[in-house]
């Protein structure tokens, strides 16, 4: 048991010692967590955003921090704190994912199948604003505290997968 425990804490570490271990490795891994953070904020009230761009890109400024200021405001610190830390776990999931192809060279189709899960698990990013596009709209007031507690999950989802995932390069995982 202790031994498993040890295994999944050395691979998520050693994920997140994979995507910074290169300049180029740490700046795809930032841009991708400022460009997922962004479509996150973005998508949290996607009605407001897409009223206020549609009538003037000049308001995408005002968009941005409109819409975190509301997702403090709404979700607190803890609510953004969990978009923040699933827009850098996801930014070090896909710069292992594409890592991995490029060391293991097999076929697209084993990586790409967790694409779907990354998207679907992206409403924890996003909250009802994802299932909002979709036309589910006050779907999250059926869960408690406004759906923080499936941002917790999919984020304790995320770091299980990268735990269980591993380092690409050493192909260690559990």
């Known amino acids: 048991m202790n031994d498993t425990i040890i295994t999944f804490l050395t691979n998520t570490v050693g994920t997140v010692r994979y995507s910074a271990s290169t300049a180029k490795h740490i700046s795809v891994t930032f841009l991708l967590s400022v460009v997922l953070f962004s479509a ?18 000049r308001y995408l400024l005002y968009v941005y ?4 200021d509301l ?11 969990l978009i923040v830390l699933y827009s850098v776990l996801s930014s ?12 293991r060279k097999s076929t697209s189709s084993s990586y790409l199948g967790v694409l779907p899960g990354l998207i679907i698990t ?7 604003g994802l299932l909002g596009v979709f ?10 505290f406004g759906g923080l507690g499936l941002r917790v999950g999919f984020v304790i989802l995320l770091f299980g997968f990268l ?6 390069d050493t192909g260690v995982s559990s």
């Open 71 to 81: 997702e403090i405001l709404t979700y607190g610190y803890i609510g953004f704190g």
């Open 122 to 128: 992206g409403c924890v990013g996003c909250g009802a």
């Open 40 to 57: 996150f904020i973005f998508l949290s009230f996607p009605v407001f955003t897409y009223e206020l761009l549609s009538s003037d890109i």
């Open 65 to 68: 921090y409109s819409l975190i």
């Open 92 to 103: 070090v999931f896909i710069v292992n994912t594409i890592g991995a192809y490029r060391i």
């Open 163 to 168: 735990g269980y995932y591993g380092r690409p």
């Open 135 to 144: 036309g589910f709209f006050g779907l999250t007031s059926l869960f408690p």
